[in-house]
């Protein structure tokens, strides 16, 4: 008689999603995923042909919760809300967002052009882009990514304490530069973020 298998492949994927949010991806491993669920390594193997496959459950996972907060409405403004939403992720998820946007432990190439994809598809609802080129959508993209990432940081390392109020105030301004600064023209050739790397490496 075949043996009843009582461990899940929903239950692992639990397990290792809720490991990874409360100590980090650190601790990410076939054992502390086991130790987690209360049972040996084998479960996880028979249901995942190995860790990556587990990981990239994982990373699903996480992208499907992003994209359901992402619905948030704060103000009128929709990009304004994502970056807020962003902001919001990283202050009650610490160690989910270290693990996803800091230690890059799933990949930033992967987890950017997630970001950038979700945060194109709000700019595109934004009443003043006008003309703009993709480049130019990109480059107010990166520059808000900047900022909420600078406030998202501060924020979790108790170095300041903001409203949402006066977030909105700093983020509406930046992106008001973005949008009517001429020199994010599409002639650079590159958006914010690569031409940074790329002069930090030089």
Not at 21 to 36: D, H, L, M, P, S
Not at 110 to 136: C, K, V, Y
Request: with cysteine; proline share 1%; glycine share 4%.
């Amino acid at each position: 008689m075949a043996r009843h298998k009582t461990i899940t492949r929903e239950q692992i994927l639990e397990s290792a999603y809720r490991l990874v949010v409360e100590q980090g991806f650190k601790r990410f491993t076939a054992r502390n995923i086991a130790a987690e669920i209360g049972c040996s390594t084998q479960p996880i193997y028979l249901e995942f042909s190995n860790m990556a496959e587990l990981r990239e459950a994982v990373m699903d996972r996480i992208k499907q919760e992003l994209t359901d907060n992402f619905d948030k409405v704060y103000t009128n403004d929709p990009v304004i809300d994502l970056a807020l939403t962003y902001i919001d992720f990283a202050s009650e998820n610490r160690n989910l967002y270290q693990a996803v946007f800091v230690e890059d432990h799933f990949g930033v190439d992967d987890m950017r052009a997630f970001a950038i994809s979700s945060a194109m598809n709000r700019l595109d609802q934004h009443p003043e882009i006008g003309n703009l080129t993709q480049m130019q959508k990109a480059n107010v993209i990166s520059g808000l990514w900047i900022v909420a990432t600078g406030i998202a940081d501060l924020m979790t390392s108790g170095f300041i304490t903001l409203s949402h109020a006066q977030m909105v105030d700093i983020l509406e301004i930046v992106e008001s530069e973005l949008i009517n600064n001429d020199k994010l023209s599409e002639h650079r050739g590159e958006d914010i973020i690569s031409l940074a790397a790329r002069k930090a490496n030089m």
